[in-house]
Structure formats: structure tokens, C-alpha cells
């Protein structure tokens, strides 16, 4: 298995840009998250999603959008990029069930916006 | 919402020596808080968990211990060696909360030669 992976691995964007950042896990897993770390503050979830079709809001949406078409596949939006949005993104997945289950992160993409 | 507070930011071992980190949280129904270790350029990877049902989890150098009541949870890592030097982050979540996990603030931790 290759577990959670991302493309690109670093991208550069002129504020006003848009892009999509693409995770992809072959674990069968329903849940897939996405998160921004920024330094001293930790990873913050964006979105998440419990299975193909259904997406929601964590703790920082704004400026991005999602879409969960296929059960591997779990795309990050960026519509029109703010320097703001300057972070290093990291794509999660899981199994869902009564208890928590192990998290799998994948290796991130660094993007600037300039 | 849960709020997680971890300590310290920073923490400097010599090899050999005990490291311990330590978490708080906010949200009583938490029941599951994981351990996550990053290494430089690298996406956080679990290294040990503990549920709300057990006091102590131990594997080979690695421990977590779990207080409800005070609402805290702590790593130790001991007989710490170089390659223990990364990030850590610890986490919580709860079943009535979708299972969504708020994470500390991370410590960077450096075991010297």
C-alpha cells in the first residue's frame, strides 16, 4: 500500500491564483481530512469528509473548498490564493467506527503565496 | 469546542536522559488522545494512543499516562537517542465530537550527544 499521498510536493502562487491540492489514499478508508500547519499553532483541520459525497467544515474553512467524489480521492481548492494561505498542507485518512481509529497523515505540500 | 494545550515548546535532553511532555484538555467526553512524532519534511506519523478506559500505555521506550479527572495526558520517552529528535503533537477527540481530533501546539524536542 502506499498509504496517503499528495501532489505537488512544494508550489509556489501569485496571490489571486487558484490550484488544487490532490490526496489520494488506498486504504479504503471513509474518512479523509485535510490540514494546515503554521508554526507554534499546530495542525488545524480545514475540511473533512466521512464518505464519497458527503464533505464538511473544520475549524478553518475559509478560502477553500472540497469535493469527495471517489472514496480514494479527496481534493483541496484553493479559489483565488491569499498570502494568508501560506502554510504547509496535510492530507489525512482513517476508518470511521464507534471508536477512533488510527490516523494516517500524508507527506504535505508546502505552498507560498506570494 | 476542545481545546488542547501542550508544554513545553521546546525541550533539550542529553542521550540517555528522560523526556517528557505534557498535554491538557478541555472537553470532558474526550476518550481517545494519540501521540503523533514528525520528523523534518515529513507528515506526522502516530507513534503511541491511549483510550479513556486505561491509566498507562507503555511501548518499549515510550509511554503515555492518562489523568480524567485532572483532564491531562503526558508522553515519556526514556533512554532518549538522537533519532527521538522531531516534533510532537499531541491530540484528542471524542466519539460525540465525529471523532475529529484537535491537536497541541507541538514540542520540538532534541536529544544532544
Known amino acids: 500500500n502506499a498509504g496517503v499521498t499528495q501532489t505537488p510536493k512544494f508550489q509556489v502562487l501569485k496571490t489571486g491564483q487558484s490550484m488544487t491540492l490532490q490526496c489520494a489514499q488506498d486504504m479504503n478508508h471513509e474518512y479523509m481530512s485535510w490540514y494546515r500547519q503554521d508554526p507554534g499553532m499546530g495542525l488545524r483541520l480545514i475540511h473533512y469528509?466521512?464518505?464519497?459525497?458527503?464533505?464538511d467544515q473544520g475549524e478553518v474553512p475559509n478560502g477553500y473548498n472540497v469535493s469527495r467524489s471517489t472514496t480514494e480521492d479527496f481534493p483541496l481548492r484553493l479559489l483565488s490564493a491569499a498570502p494568508s494561505q501560506t502554510s504547509v498542507y496535510f492530507c489525512a485518512s482513517r476508518r470511521t467506527g464507534n471508536i477512533p481509529e488510527t490516523q494516517y497523515f500524508g507527506p504535505g505540500t508546502r505552498l507560498l503565496v506570494l | 469546542g476542545e481545546n488542547v494545550e501542550q508544554h513545553p515548546s521546546t525541550l533539550s535532553v542529553q542521550e540517555g536522559d528522560s523526556a517528557v511532555i505534557k498535554c491538557t484538555y478541555s472537553?470532558?467526553?474526550?476518550?481517545?488522545f494519540p501521540w503523533y512524532k514528525q520528523e523534518l519534511g515529513k507528515g506526522p506519523q502516530l507513534i503511541i494512543d491511549?483510550?479513556?478506559?486505561?491509566g498507562e500505555k507503555k511501548d518499549q521506550r515510550i509511554a503515555v499516562t492518562l489523568n480524567k479527572t485532572a483532564k491531562h495526558f503526558s508522553l515519556h520517552i526514556t533512554e532518549t537517542q538522537p533519532e527521538d529528535s522531531a516534533v510532537y503533537f499531541c491530540a484528542a477527540s471524542s466519539t460525540g465530537g465525529g471523532n475529529k481530533l484537535t491537536f497541541g501546539t507541538g514540542t520540538q524536542l532534541k536529544v544532544e550527544l
Open positions: 472537553d470532558s467526553a474526550s476518550n481517545y
Open positions: 491511549i483510550r479513556s478506559n486505561v
Open positions: 469528509s466521512v464518505g464519497a459525497g458527503i464533505t
